[in-house]
């Protein structure tokens, strides 16, 4: 469990500690990793008191580099993850421990999930069976890992898994290497719930919005096939034209500019042209 130990998020960190704990059939051990400066020092205090977590504080803020930290303190056979603001539903881990025993073949399972917002619950996936056919390909339509939505086996699931992994669009990034290197088990079978419109979330952020270009060119230095390789550069120059829109809009147009021509070396590129009229407008007039 990574966690920047915000005061503000003391409770909904609580919240998430306690849905692990309340786990059944299963003996959890949480490894939480405080990562970032300035952690609620209460907050803190109560995690390193508390004998049922195994805590370990990290000075800078990187969720990454927390996930692989947590990874290294991984000593039982199965691991999974949850997010400090995101909750496991009740038999979630012995759904997916059940699964992964009774087919020793696969290395990791994959559930369904709820996505939460102040509006409604909806489930995230549509078609289990489409993605159990081709996860790989699966997730050029769209992201089919959820924070807290999957167990893996220990032995075939290593730290390596962890390295390399960007800033942003981290599941994405994990899914990937899942599906490139592991055999999986999808369940069309909730068990976690993910809250997407926590208060102050990163993915909410202009930051992660403009870093998702070097997120995704971090995906092509995985040994991609060459179909998934150019769907995945289609989709950088997309984020590279939403990066030039967002400058537009702020008024700093060479930044505008330079994301713009950024797009037309990607897969596609050419199609780029279209916009150009609209930037040109924008530096005749300024």
Known sequence: MPTRARRERGALFRRAVESVLAQENVRVVPLVVINGPNPDPELTAACR?????????LDEANLPA????????VHTPWFAELDDDDILLSGALDVRLQALQKQSEFDAVVTNGFKRTAAADTLHLDDVSLIQRDPLRSLIRATWLLPGSWLCRTDR????????????????????RLALGCRIRFLDCPTVVYYADTPNSESGSRDYQLSHVG??????DLDLPPDVRAEFRTRIRHTCQGNARLYLREGCLQEAWRWHLQSFCESGGWRSIRHTPRFIYALLRS
Do not use: N, S
Not at 49 to 57: C, E, N, S
Not at 66 to 73: D, H, N, S, T
């Open 215 to 220: 997120a995704l060119r971090r995906l092509l």
């Open 157 to 176: 699931v290593g730290v390596e898994f962890f390295e390399g992994m960007p800033k942003f669009l981290e599941c994405t990034y994990f899914a990937v």
């Open 66 to 73: 927390a996930l692989l930290v947590g990874r290294k303190m």
């Open 49 to 57: 008191a508390d004998r049922r977590l195994r805590v370990t504080i």
